[in-house]
């Protein structure tokens, strides 16, 4: 592998989308591979490799204690779900038109503000505003768009603890 990845592992600034990573192989390696798009949101549990096999954890049996939390009845695997949120956040993002948002006027100024407002020293960082988008999306827009959402994090609810409503 080169050694690109360990000469410069952050490729990405914190104010924008992430739009390069480094590739990870099966066992969450780097491949020294750089790839021009977002991660997208996987289970990786980067292992390194025993400099001798006594008493160390592979990577495979890492994976296997995550499998060891999924039964017959729920699977342990959030992340298509997380994927396809994010790619729908990242479509409702791109609507140039507030009045197309589908959110009270309210959460239209504070986006406004948020996405246009020219941040004098400290300013929220991509990750803290689309977590707050994808708050926003969820309770806001989801409802009308893509009850599918929605209908997820209520029976996910309903699984967890039926008398508590959590977004996340």
């Given at each position: ?128 505003l689309e ?11 989801a ?26």
């Open positions: 592998m080169s050694r690109s990845f360990f000469e410069q592992p952050v490729l990405n600034g914190p104010y924008s989308c992430p739009s390069r990573h480094w590739e990870l192989d099966p066992d969450g390696q780097p491949s020294g591979r750089l790839l021009e798009s977002r991660r997208v949101s996987s289970y990786v549990t980067p292992v390194p490799k025993p400099a001798h096999r006594r008493g160390g954890t592979t990577a495979k049996e890492s994976r296997l204690q995550f499998e060891e939390v999924s039964t017959g009845s729920q699977e342990y695997d959030p992340t298509p779900i997380i994927n396809k949120i994010r790619d729908e956040v990242a479509y409702w993002r791109q609507i140039p038109d507030p009045r197309l948002w589908q959110v009270t006027p309210e959460t239209a100024r504070l986006l406004q503000h948020w996405r246009h407002h020219p941040f004098q020293g400290i300013r929220p960082f991509f990750c803290q977590a707050v988008e994808t708050a926003i999306w969820l309770a806001e827009v409802p009308k768009t893509a009850r599918w959402a929605h209908d997820h994090l209520q029976r996910a609810n309903e699984q967890a603890n039926p008398n508590i409503f959590r977004m996340a």
